[in-house]
DNA sequence: TACGGAAGCT
DNA sequence: AGCTTCCGTA
């Protein structure tokens, strides 16, 4: 097995400087604190430990005076820091390990997201510039600097997925190159980094990081796996408990990593996903074929795997609309059925795949030409919001409610209820949720049928929820036809608590769509996409669905933000308390949902679409054309 | 030890 | 936006 880890991994540049902070060259807490990581030298101070993504600070007031050297902070304390650190938690960036002392752990969904944030699909020549070793030569990809001046230097860069190997460092340099303390870390990091590239190049700390080489793919299927956390599946992932890096990732190289019994169901949903269209040749030869290639195809799947990440990690729809760059190209339209067929081709990713893909990916992402501009950073809710979420109403399930939640509800729900053991709503740490999904095997059968069959891709959006946390046991699937949905269980309302609100109408589509939210809200679930080509349908409707939350998020995240907030303040007393008894309740009720991550459920009502866009309205219709040829 | 509001800075 | 600083609370 490779360490995937061993020093950290390598983020592209363009990694750090998510969207949030665009063209903010000042390194930003996040980026400093993997940079740690990713050094030696530094475990001392703050060395990855524990689930996957987590991370411990054992020299708080180290890490403190590193930060404040950086940033030219000199009263910087780990008092500040850590507020800082705590600022990340409604960014979803970072949360705390709770009971762990100076334990935090990485929300890498949305690092991922961060990774690609620049597709440009539509022409064909882009290259991945950024990605590591790049197996294909001429793929689609091309992930452009975030600033003209990186794009100069880019190729090596961004060719390093080694993070700070390339412009990282030198971000860090020039940020810190006013602050002559001597102390900096840059100062320190950069030797190190030095030290790092005379090694061997970028290449050799990329490789460092991950098993193989891992190009973003095995990125995305580290984060899977981390995502998982949930610990179920654990297995295989770390090797060594300490320096490592957050990826789980397998060891297998090839498909086969991801199918990979070890791997947990989550890392097939998402990760596989993404794994499938990643670059590398290896990791992503399971699903498309011995290599990678940037074609629509590809692409599709890349960008469904993102919206899986999207969907598991919680993460906003929105995100993908909004993704800035994406151009999928419209080459010829990806039949659903080829998408089926590439999940089938992995198994293991198959189950979870199907969650993932529909959401967003893959026809959808295929078809929409336009472009999306993604938001990384989904408004977060507070955690007492998100327990409180229960209450609903505040948050309102950004959802994605598209496809995706619509399908995980379905999937959870549908699965069966799955027996999950959720802690309340309070933890989110995936880390204690323990779920346990007896229908899983279901789910899974089901899951195989409707990819299979109806495909959808729908069908198995739950995954990502389970995945995204919970799944214990790595299976994922979907179940289409499960009766009573469940909500997932989510423990980690971190990470899910977006994927559990969803707009409680649905909007769009009403019908077939159990693989729609709808049907997490409370119908029992429909069987979710029948095979009759239903889920032709369900995409537009799910296409469109997530484009009104999308429209409505936007329109009304703030308020709804501002809201929640004060829902929290108002209710957080009596939720607090009631937290789990409520959500138990909820769960109750529905009887469908689960229990706890049902909270998520509770769907406020549906937001009407307030407007649309051509953007989305030809790709609504693109959607259309290729579900006629279902 | 940790959380999070509030204000302020860049 | 992304912290930094301060502070009250648990």
Not at 17 to 33: A, N, V
Request: overall charge negative; some cysteine.
């Amino acid at each position: 097995m490779k360490t995937p880890v061993e020093t950290g991994f390598a983020f592209p540049e363009w990694a750090y400087k998510p969207e949030s902070s665009p063209g903010s060259r000042q390194i930003q807490l996040w980026h400093f604190i993997l940079e740690l990581l990713r050094k030696e030298e530094y475990h001392d101070v703050i060395a990855w430990q524990g689930d996957y993504g987590e991370f411990v600070i054992k020299d708080p007031d180290e890490v403190a005076r590193l930060w404040g050297a950086r940033k030219c902070k000199p009263q910087m304390n780990y008092d500040k820091l850590s507020r800082a650190l705590r600022y990340y938690y409604n960014k979803r960036i970072l949360h705390k390990t709770k009971g762990k002392r100076f334990t935090y752990k990485f929300n890498f969904n949305k690092l991922v997201l961060v990774n690609y944030p620049f597709i440009d699909m539509g022409s064909g020549r882009g290259v991945p510039q950024s990605a590591p070793p790049v197996p294909t030569g001429g793929t689609h990809f091309r992930f452009p600097p975030s600033t003209p001046s990186e794009v100069l230097s880019s190729s090596e860069e961004l060719r390093s997925p080694g993070v700070f190997s390339g412009v990282a460092r030198r971000m860090a340099r020039g940020s810190v190159s006013d602050c002559s303390d001597g102390t900096s870390t840059t100062s320190e990091l950069e030797e190190a980094a030095g030290a790092d590239e005379r090694a061997g190049g970028p290449d050799r700390a990329f490789r460092g990081l991950l098993p193989h080489r891992l190009p973003h793919d095995s990125l995305f299927r580290v984060f899977g796996g981390n995502q998982n956390p949930a610990g179920l599946h654990r297995p295989a992932p770390r090797v060594h408990p300490e320096s490592l890096s957050p990826f789980p990732v397998s060891p297998l190289p090839g498909p086969g990593s991801l199918l990979a019994p070890t791997l947990s169901p989550a890392l097939s949903m998402t990760p596989t996903p993404h794994l499938a269209y990643t670059p590398s040749p290896s990791l992503s030869s399971p699903m498309m074929g011995s290599h990678f290639s940037f074609n629509p195809e590809d692409m599709k799947h890349y960008l469904q795997a993102h919206t899986q990440s999207v969907y598991n990690y919680h993460l906003s729809p929105r995100a993908f609309l909004h993704y800035p760059n994406i151009i999928v190209p419209q080459p010829h339209r990806p039949t659903p059925e080829k998408a089926a067929a590439h999940h089938l081709h992995a198994p293991a990713l198959q189950l979870s795949h199907p969650l993932g893909q529909h959401p967003v990916g893959t026809e959808e992402g295929q078809q929409h030409p336009s472009p999306f501009k993604f938001k990384l950073q989904p408004p977060p809710l507070g955690r007492k919001h998100r327990e409180a979420g229960s209450s609903l109403a505040s948050s309102s399930f950004h959802t994605s409610s598209l496809a995706g939640s619509g399908q995980m509800s379905n999937s959870a729900m549908a699965g069966g209820p799955p027996k999950i053991k959720v802690e309340p709503m309070s933890d989110m740490s995936e880390e204690d949720v323990e779920v346990t999904d007896l229908s899983e095997e279901e789910e899974l059968h089901h899951n195989e049928e409707e990819e299979g069959g109806m495909g959808t891709p729908t069908a198995c959006r739950r995954h990502l929820y389970s995945n995204s946390n919970h799944h214990i046991n790595g299976s994922v699937s979907c179940s289409s036809a499960a009766p009573p949905p469940q909500n997932h269980p989510d423990d980690d309302l971190d990470d899910d608590e977006e994927v559990f609100k969803t707009p409680a109408t649905p909007p769009l589509g009403s019908s077939p769509a159990c693989t729609l939210i709808t049907t997490m809200k409370s119908e029992p679930c429909q069987p979710p996409i029948s095979p009759g080509g239903t889920r032709c349908i369900p995409l537009k409707l799910r296409f469109k669905r997530r484009w009104s939350e999308d429209q409505r998020m936007e329109a009304d995240g703030e308020r709804d933000e501002a809201e929640d907030k004060k829902v929290k303040a108002e209710g957080e007393d009596e939720v607090d308390g009631k937290k789990e008894e409520s959500a138990r309740r909820e769960g109750d009720d529905e009887n469908r949902g689960g229990r706890d991550g049902i909270l998520g459920l509770m769907l406020p009502p549906a937001p009407t679409q307030r407007r649309s866009s051509s953007e989305l309205q030809r790709a609504t219709a693109q959607l259309s054309l290729e579900n006629a040829s279902c």
